[in-house]
């Protein structure tokens, strides 16, 4: 009797152990999907940034320019 219920109780505990395996690399799985999605993310919002930036550099490179040509315009009257 006392050895039916060892081969039970191991059994139960084999059991439990590989549903909790198996719980884990799900949860693993839906992290790592999560954690890329995140990564993609940032990687827009790089490209986003830089396109934006660019945009700026160029029009503060016109801006100055315009006053440079202003100030050599009003130095030759």
Do not use: P
Not at 31 to 40: A, D, L, N, R
Not at 44 to 50: A, F, S, T
């Amino acid at each position: 009797m006392r050895e039916e219920w060892k081969e039970y109780f191991e059994k139960r505990l084999g059991d439990f152990k590989e549903e909790i395996i198996h719980q884990f690399h799900i949860i693993s799985e839906d992290m790592i999907g999560k954690v890329q999605q995140v990564g993609e993310g940032v990687v827009n919002l790089d490209q986003k940034l830089d396109l934006r930036l660019d945009g700026l550099d160029r029009t503060i490179d016109e801006k100055n320019q315009d006053v440079l040509a202003t100030i050599k315009f009003s130095y030759k009257s």
